[in-house]
């Protein structure tokens, strides 16, 4: 870590995150992480501590977020703001010393006991002067499962990239996957960022106006609220070079409107996972949803369809639930369903854990979505199962209609259009008209399951 903490004294001068009260630099952050270290480690916190930060992205977090981390400590960051999930963090993580952001300052908690016994991994880690990262899975598919990774290695990722005069939206969460590896991307390059205090259409695209954005990460449900709510029209957004997206499959139809929107910006599919870190990929065009890996240190083979990865930067464990997702030679089995073409592009067309049963016949939601949102009348969808006696499931839609339209047109107009689509089982039996879909703070549509 200490060549990045170089690296920032370089840089000197050059903004390093815009707000709207001013602006700081690179030479700040420097300043802010030292003074971080007197006052958190004089007399506050022992090193090879494990140490929360509760807060999401800003100055003070990413400067407390590198000092923790050059003392060797285990940092969790957590965004949330429910106490049950908080307390639930601080418990699975094993966490010594909160720090809550209130009012651009921090609140400190010792946490003396530990109801939980030690962690193997947590131990290791200490032992050997480890500075290490715990993130939470978005527990989609039951308890959220919290990881460590070796934080060292994954800022050493960062090593080989050179400074660029840009300026990035910090868009994905603090405690994510994807919104580390913005921040990790921008700090090495010595970028500017900006965040958003709300992650609603418009207030994005008032930032990116503002201040001139260059780089948007975001995912695919994000980028289709941004179309619905017509932000993109209200603003300037030319400054824009390039939209990555990731943390959920691209559906083909809603591609092509998102490239219609944003003429001229080039559009990058990312790939990664919390346990195995982000992988540098190459999409095919623009214009298409095919990837394939461009990374050295990121191996990957397809079993029975579904993809299996091995990294560098992959995780130790997990601290709260079994292995299992890992072979014993180490190979990690994502659950991403994967549609394999030739030179080694291959596209994610869902997960084994969202596929519907009908009849003993397998339907993934991201293939029907894909041909709903094709449909004129349809502004947005959401696939998902429900209980049927004769077939274990039938397939139900969500749809938010683009005009006003009655429950029983919209089915008739949506049976029509799929019947020489997609099989007749996967065509949705039941349709249920809403006014919005529903998506979790990572910006991931929400699956119902009873």
């Not at 200490?2 to 952050?29: H, V």
């Not at 800003?58 to 285990?74: D, G, R, W």
């Not at 080989?160 to 990035?168: I, R």
């Not at 089995?333 to 592009?345: A, L, N, P, V």
Request: aromatic content about 10%; overall charge neutral; hydrophobic content about 40%.
């Amino acid at each position: 870590m200490k060549w990045l903490l170089e690296r920032f004294k370089s840089f000197g001068m050059k903004p390093f995150i815009y707000d709207d009260s001013s602006i700081k630099t690179y030479f700040d952050l420097g300043v802010r992480i030292q003074e971080y270290e007197k006052l958190l480690f004089s007399d506050l916190i022992e090193e090879k501590s494990v140490v929360a930060i509760v807060g999401d992205y800003c100055f003070e977090t990413i400067a407390l977020f590198l000092a923790v981390a050059k003392h060797k400590c285990i940092v969790v960051p957590i965004t949330s703001t429910t106490r049950n999930e908080i307390e639930f963090r601080l418990e699975e993580g094993r966490v010594n010393y909160t720090y809550t952001l209130r009012n651009k300052a921090f609140e400190l908690r010792v946490i003396k006991e530990q109801i939980k016994s030690e962690s193997t991994f947590i131990s290791n880690f200490v032992k050997n002067e480890i500075s290490g990262l715990i993130l939470f899975s978005s527990g989609s598919s039951g308890k959220p499962k919290a990881m460590i990774h070796d934080l060292g290695i994954m800022i050493d990722l960062y090593k080989d990239k050179k400074a660029k005069n840009l300026v990035f939206m910090i868009f994905l969460m603090f405690d994510h996957i994807g919104g580390l590896n913005t921040l990790l991307n921008s700090l090495a390059m010595g970028v500017g960022i900006t965040i958003p205090k709300t992650r609603d259409p418009e207030h994005v695209c008032s930032l990116i106006e503002k201040y001139k954005v260059n780089v948007l990460p975001t995912s695919p449900t994000f980028l289709n609220l941004i179309l619905l709510s017509e932000s993109h029209k209200k603003f300037n957004l030319s400054s824009l070079k390039l939209i990555t997206y990731g943390t959920e499959p691209m559906p083909e139809s809603l591609l092509i409107r998102i490239n219609e929107a944003f003429h001229g910006v080039k559009l990058l599919q990312t790939f990664g996972t919390s346990e195995t870190g982000i992988a540098k990929v190459s999409s095919k065009s623009s214009s298409s949803n095919l990837i394939r890996f461009d990374e050295p240190d990121y191996e990957y083979k397809i079993v029975d369809n579904e993809l299996w990865l091995k990294s560098k930067t992959q995780v130790t464990g997990y601290l709260n639930a079994s292995n299992e997702r890992f072979t014993e030679d180490g190979w990690f089995m994502t659950g991403d369903i994967i549609e394999q073409h030739e030179d080694g592009f291959f596209r994610v067309i869902g997960r084994n854990s969202d596929q519907i049963n009908v009849g003993g016949l397998k339907v993934l939601p991201s293939e029907v979505e894909t041909i709903l949102l094709q449909i004129p009348l349809v502004a947005d969808c959401l696939v998902y199962p429900e209980p049927n006696p004769i077939t274990g499931h039938i397939v139900v839609a969500e749809i938010v209609p683009s005009i006003v339209i009655s429950s029983q047109d919209l089915k008739k107009e949506i049976h029509f259009f799929c019947k020489n689509k997609i099989d007749s089982y996967k065509i949705p039996v039941r349709i249920k008209i809403v006014g919005k879909i529903n998506y979790s703070n990572r910006f991931k549509k929400i699956r119902k399951w009873d």
